[in-house]
């Protein structure tokens, strides 16, 4: 939502509650202290037919968690923009911190389909309902009393609905906004059928907290965690298949449409933790989807790389991966087109076959890791790259490595050559000028290790308290990430990596921005998994630790 909406929105709040003061509806005399408006709280107040909805948090403790972490760089830019923020909120002698955040007890907004907003009085306009928490009525009624002199609404009429006051007016651009006080909680419609939906919904109907199975489960999930924002959209297909005709222009692969018809409800939060930001999506997927079965990763391959370890794609099976990307491939008719050429260019070439050569010995867990280091023919660069694979087939793996070292020395390019190097045999691939290509070993009798960009000898023996099972950094961010996942991604040092790019960069017309390089250089390490917490549900986790002087 762009800085001008924002002040908007806000400003129809601030309209809305002059209106009640000026109306002489201050209904919340009772009691001085209202409450947060909680997720759970806010979706039983949103009526069922609801298309999706947005749950803000206005917690002071959760957002200001954010200004413990990062650079000084990013927290002066941090600090800009919510002071940039501040004063787009601000406006006719009023303060964001002063008159409004102090009683703005969270807020939730929802959107309705097209077609539940005809009786509008503009049909193109969106069709949308606020409920927004009141956790302090005497701030609240103090502003009013201060908004009195400041707004003097045109159009003004009170209506009752099932014994609910609901004031009416127009905003400048003549939209039509209903407005009710129910309590300590201020519900906002700009279709009068939606604002009689809502009091129904309070007074028993069916709600939108009904349909949003998957915010079960990140509450469950949630632990310690502060939520910032919270994303529901309960009929995922319904609402891509009306985006896709407002943009007819869009033309999707028939896999993604495939995908798409595969989700029936989606929920994404953003939370705060002691370690930085977590974002989780969660999709409840249809009973017809395809649901792989997912089995618990070892951290067995972990000891076997350095603490220091750049990136790591940790995975299972690749040659379970390559029979599904087959099948995925089946049904898309470019994908499978694309796919045939190059992988039979790769065969004929080095005649190989993929299949039965390459992945039928990738039946265990799998390992991609770049490392620095200042050696081997990627030293300019400081980055080497370390693979490992799990077997049940070693003879199968042997056999096809050979077949491809006999054919790549048949180019004339490369010598292939072996020597021993404490007590382990390894097998090198290096130029004629004796650069190191990669080189592999067998690290026991299931577990191949390959590397690229590196000397063979930098490779051997990691000490186990140097490893990366035993980095705080590594073991303190996946701690976040679902235990029985799929594999996960790792990013760390990118105090390291910023350079690389940055002379990646240097032939080219980019650039890293400067607000963009303090955010980078913010973030300690991220880690990415996706794992199936219940059966037909799919979920992503994005953990990103954030430095902070405390740790620093």
Not at 294 to 322: F, N, Q, V, Y
Request: hydrophobic share 40%.
């Amino acid at each position: 939502m762009s800085k001008k909406n924002y002040k908007k929105g806000i400003l129809v709040v601030v309209g809305t509650l002059a209106i009640i003061g000026a109306g002489g509806t201050y209904l919340w005399t009772r009691t001085i202290i209202g409450k947060e408006l909680t997720p759970t709280e806010a979706a039983s107040m949103v009526p069922e037919k609801a298309w999706m909805a947005t749950y803000i948090s206005t917690n002071s403790k959760s957002w200001s968690k954010l200004t413990e972490f990062g650079s000084y760089k990013a927290k002066d830019l941090l600090h800009e923009e919510l002071d940039d923020l501040s004063s787009q909120l601000s406006d006719n002698n009023i303060n964001y911190h002063k008159d409004i955040k102090p009683w703005l007890g969270s807020m939730m907004i929802a959107k309705f389909p097209p077609n539940e907003g005809k009786s509008m009085t503009n049909p193109e306009s969106l069709n949308l309902l606020a409920v927004i928490g009141i956790k302090n009525k005497l701030e609240a009624g103090m502003f009013i009393e201060k908004l009195k002199g400041v707004i003097n609404p045109s159009y003004f009429l009170k209506r009752t609905y099932k014994g609910v006051l609901i004031l009416e007016t127009k905003t400048k651009t003549n939209e039509l906004l209903n407005t009710a006080l129910i309590e300590d909680r201020l519900i906002m419609a700009s279709n009068p059928r939606t604002m009689n939906l809502a009091i129904d919904t309070i007074q028993g109907e069916p709600s939108f907290a009904d349909k949003i199975e998957p915010q079960k489960i990140i509450t469950k999930n949630l632990g310690q965690e502060r939520t910032l924002i919270q994303i529901y959209i309960p009929d995922f297909v319904s609402v891509m298949k009306t985006s896709l005709r407002s943009s007819p222009q869009t033309r999707l692969a028939t896999r993604t449409v495939e995908k798409i018809n595969d989700i029936e409800a989606i929920m994404m939060e953003v939370a705060v933790n002691e370690r930085g930001l977590h974002f989780q999506t969660i999709a409840k997927l249809n009973s017809s989807a395809n649901r792989p079965e997912i089995r618990g990763l070892s951290d067995e391959l972990l000891p076997h790389l350095p603490d220091s370890t750049i990136a790591l794609i940790k995975a299972g099976s690749i040659k379970r991966s390559w029979s599904s990307f087959l099948a995925t491939a089946a049904k898309d008719r470019i994908l499978k087109f694309n796919l045939n050429k190059y992988k039979n260019s790769f065969e004929s070439k080095m005649e190989v076959d993929l299949e039965r050569d390459v992945f039928s010995w990738m039946d265990g867990e799998f390992a991609l890791a770049i490392i620095p280091t200042n050696r081997g023919i990627l030293a300019d660069y400081g980055l080497a790259g370390r693979a490992m694979w799990t077997t049940t087939q070693r003879s199968q793996a042997e056999k096809a490595l050979k077949k491809l070292e006999e054919k790549v020395e048949s180019f004339g390019e490369v010598l292939v050559k072996k020597r021993v190097i404490n007590g382990k045999e390894i097998t090198e691939w290096i130029t004629f000028q004796g650069e190191d290509i990669l080189s592999y070993s067998w690290l026991n009798d299931s577990c191949l290790m390959l590397t690229f960009g590196n000397p063979p000898d930098s490779n051997i023996d990691i000490n186990f308290n140097n490893s990366l099972s035993k980095d705080q950094s590594f073991t303190t961010v996946t701690s976040y990430l679902p235990k029985n996942n799929k594999g996960y991604f790792y990013l760390n040092n990118l105090d390291i990596i910023i350079p690389i790019i940055e002379r990646l960069f240097e032939k080219t017309s980019y650039s890293i921005i400067p607000e963009a390089r303090a955010a980078l250089t913010s973030v300690e390490s991220i880690a990415l998994t996706t794992s199936n917490p219940l059966p037909f549900f799919s979920q992503l986790d994005i953990m990103v630790s954030l430095k902070s002087e405390e740790r620093n």
